[in-house]
């Protein structure tokens, strides 16, 4: 299996002094495309500080991080937003839409800035999280599971290694809340590609492949 993500021995700290905070603590996760990862874990945990060093948002204080296979250390800003486009696809709280594009322009927006075209076109993204018929509609015409499936297919533009969901069923009822993570998991094994959702949720953890729970900065398997 090619490995979307690999964290070694990732700490990560805030503050100074009395006021320092670990944020993450000697962190160790692998995540291989078509593998679906799920966080849990209190607020302040440290779910949000791993996601942002995931998604090369944030630098880690010590340990080495992989995407796609290309390490992270060493590399200017600007190299940083360049891997970001090639390699990674987010996946926001609500969806995260500009209000003006229809659902289809999300999409061609999100190709553009990336600066390439993926396997599949923005209508066949559509499709593949049952959004085509909505192809021309504005977000403030779609519920909230709507908007995440827009999310869903525009965060898979290009093709993306490694999809970051940061809690994605935090404003849907429990019925969209397992509607959007089956999806999350069929695009995830059906794309290749390697997900990594935080989630408060625990009642959709069993359409996950592996589930962690963060503690006060540590990583360990979900009981």
Known sequence: MTTALELTNVSKS?????????????????????????????????????????????TPDDGEVTIGGEPLGGKKDKELTALRKEHIGFVFQSGNLPSALTSREQLVLAARIIGKAGSKSPEELLDAVGMGHKAGSRPGTLSGGERQRVGIARALVGDPDLLLVDEPTAALDQQKSQEIVRLLAEETHAGGVGTVMVTHDHDILGHCDRVYEMVDGRLRPYR
Request: net charge negative; glycine share 18%; aromatic share 4%.
């Open 14 to 58: 805030y503050g100074d002094g009395d006021s320092t905070v670990t944020a993450l603590d000697h962190v160790d996760l692998t995540v291989g495309r078509g593998e679906f990862v799920a966080i849990v874990g209190p607020s302040g945990s440290g779910k949000s500080t791993l996601l942002a060093i995931a998604g090369a948002l944030t």
